[in-house]
């Protein structure tokens, strides 16, 4: 998850204009979706997310006592955005390509997130009919049915898995909660509408050695989604000890995802925001 960042500002400075101040954002320009507009269902300017990715753009987590934004207060913010989308035929100058849960952390978190997902999707019926939806998510809580039923209603949901051994995803995304990586992949099997998405990273934490590669291969088996996105480091992490993969690594792991588990994959290794 994460939203488009200040690229010219020091490390502290990027993490604060990383974090949404609103429940809707954008648009942000997406490697893998177009022009998006970012949908932001926690707390505002604080990050919540069941993990901590080493390399977040987020920054640490915010105190738990700031509130989540009410349903109804999203539900007025993007009727107001998606008729201007409507009345001007886009947003802001921009062609809007997908209606995208993320922001300053993972949606699912929300205590409301499947009927913030039916305001999300009557409204997208009503003034946007042909704008996709898409959740970004950590994973974490599509263990529990009533949060995969939620969210399979929408156009798609990305999936992380970064590792491939539960050891490299510990240190890499740092769970609050003990978890299985094993059991995300397995919850996202359960949707009909789930692509993982990957980062990947060498340097401190390496998920591009053959041994995690095959580990994590054999989870996006088990995952069964409809596409693979890989991408990589865009920008100087948080953790400045990971590195950016080289573009020839993440193609030859798309390969293997192609040949060896008959999944479609895409490869992001330059450009704009994930
Ligand atoms: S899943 Fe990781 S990268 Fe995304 S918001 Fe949570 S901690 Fe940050």
């Known amino acids: 998850m994460g939203i488009e960042s200040d690229k010219t500002a020091g490390p502290d400075a990027r993490v604060h204009a990383a974090l949404a101040v609103d429940t809707i954002y954008g648009p942000v320009p997406s490697r893998r979706y177009g022009n998006t507009l970012g949908i932001n269902l926690l707390p505002l300017d604080h990050k919540r997310c069941s993990l901590r990715c080493t390399y977040c753009q987020l920054g640490p987590e915010g105190r738990d006592t700031v509130p989540f934004p009410s349903v109804e207060r999203f539900a007025a913010e993007l009727r107001g955005a998606l008729e201007l989308l409507r009345d001007h035929g886009d947003f802001r100058g921009y062609p809007l390509h997908g209606l995208v849960l993320s922001g300053n952390g993972d949606a699912t978190l929300h205590p409301q997130v499947a009927e913030a997902i039916d305001v999300l999707l009557h409204l997208r019926d009503e003034l946007a009919p042909n704008v996709p939806t898409i959740l970004l998510t950590a994973g974490t809580e599509l263990i529990h049915p009533h949060i995969r039923s939620a969210v399979a209603r929408l156009d798609e949901v990305a999936v992380k898995i970064d590792g491939g051994s539960q050891q490299l995803f510990e240190r890499l995304n740092m769970p609050f909660q003990p978890i299985l990586l094993r059991d995300i992949a397995a919850a996202a ?80 290794s330059d450009g704009l925001n994930d």
């Open 189 to 268: 099997a359960e949707l009909p509408n789930a692509i993982v998405q990957t980062l990947l990273v060498q340097g401190s934490v390496d998920n591009t050695v053959a041994a995690e590669v095959d580990a994590w291969l054999e989870l996006v088996r088990l995952a069964h989604p409809r596409r693979v996105d890989l991408y990589a480091l865009d920008r100087a992490p948080i953790e400045k000890k990971l590195r950016k993969v080289p573009g020839i690594v993440a193609e030859a792991i798309a390969q293997r995802v192609r040949d060896e588990a008959g999944i479609a994959c895409r490869v992001f």
